[in-house]
């Protein structure tokens, strides 16, 4: 079974800056198993990156995935207010169905 | 729009059973791969389980830690997903969402039903 570590818990920024987000596998998996949710308090999550650089419909390109094997980073170019929320990331396994990561919170600084 | 509304949710005692429904609209259901995804108070996304859609066999997937407990169905006529919960534990409680799988993500997510086990 897949695990994935994200790091740091907890990310204190403010509006403007640039955020990298971590997301480590406990053994290699492919790209395109590789996807990334922002959810916001209260609501559900929503889909941002897959196949680990590819952006979700709507999506603006602030958002950007890159990566490959273990290890694996969610890139947010310039924040804006609006961002700041809850980051997973997730692994889909073929019979193990989805595994997400514990996530990251991005907060304002 | 492309929509998934949840229901079903509730208050039960360790032991019992709950069944969610979710309908779906805005896209073709029966060749949908769904998902449910459950969120525990103040936690992590976890995975319940999935099924395939009819013509890739309608298999079922299920996380270890409701296995045996829990199964899922779907109508395709009713464009309805369900989830039979049995003999509930408390470390069941969570938001419950109904989840569309597209490739190896999840592109779409129900609001969400809150179901609390509790004695």
């Known amino acids: 079974e897949i695990v994935l570590t994200q790091s740091p818990g907890t990310l204190s920024l403010s509006p403007g800056e640039r955020a990298t987000l971590s997301c480590r596998a406990s053994q290699s998996i492919s790209s395109s198993y590789l996807a990334w949710y922002q959810q916001k308090l209260g609501q559900a999550p929503r889909l941002l990156i897959y196949g680990a650089s590819s952006r979700a419909t709507g999506i603006p390109d602030r958002f950007s995935g890159s990566g490959s094997g273990t290890d694996f980073t969610l890139t947010i170019s310039r924040l804006e207010p609006e961002d700041f929320a809850v980051y997973y990331c997730?692994?889909?396994?073929?019979?193990?169905?989805?595994?997400f990561g514990q996530g990251t919170k991005l907060e304002i600084k | 729009e492309v929509q998934l509304v949840e229901s079903g949710g509730g208050l039960v005692k360790p032991g019992e059973s709950l069944r969610l429904s979710c309908v779906a609209s805005?896209?073709?259901?029966?060749?949908?791969?769904m998902s449910w995804v459950r969120q525990a108070p103040g936690k992590g996304l976890e995975w319940v389980g999935r099924?395939?859609?009819?013509?890739?066999?309608?298999?079922?997937d299920f996380a270890a830690p409701v296995k045996g407990r829990f199964t899922i169905s779907r109508d395709d006529s009713q464009n309805t997903l369900y989830l039979q919960m049995n003999s509930l534990k408390i470390e069941d409680t969570a938001v419950y969402y109904c989840?569309?799988?597209?490739?190896?993500?999840?592109?779409?997510w129900g609001q969400g039903t809150t179901v609390t086990v509790s004695s």
């Open positions: 805005g896209f073709t259901f029966s060749n949908a791969w």
């Open positions: 989840t569309k799988n597209k490739g190896y993500g999840i592109d779409v």
């Open positions: 099924i395939k859609s009819k013509t890739d066999g309608e298999t079922r």
């Open positions: 997730q692994e889909y396994g073929i019979s193990l169905g989805y595994t």
